[in-house]
């Protein structure tokens, strides 16, 4: 949906900041990391590093924001930190 300008990385951001039972809820189980960084990675893989460096950029995101606040962070966005 991204690569294809259906929907834009912030906006993917923005909802799995709003996600789960309560809002950010997803971030601080640690699900919102590994989709954010599921989502990277097949960017990366189906566009190349320099599109989703483009993505990334126009998105304003600060990925550090996915990471949960306990110590069971995601290992598939810290590739992307």
């Known amino acids: 949906m991204i690569v294809e300008n259906v929907m834009s990385l912030k906006e993917i951001g923005r909802l799995i900041g709003e996600g789960g039972e309560e809002a950010g809820q997803l971030v601080e189980i640690g699900l919102g990391g590994d989709v954010m960084g599921s989502t990277l990675g097949m960017i990366k893989r189906e566009r190349g590093e320099s599109v989703l460096n483009e993505i990334r950029g126009s998105s304003c995101l600060r990925l550090e924001d996915f990471r949960p606040s306990h110590p ?4 598939i966005l810290e590739t992307f930190l």
């Open 72 to 75: 069971n962070r995601s290992r």
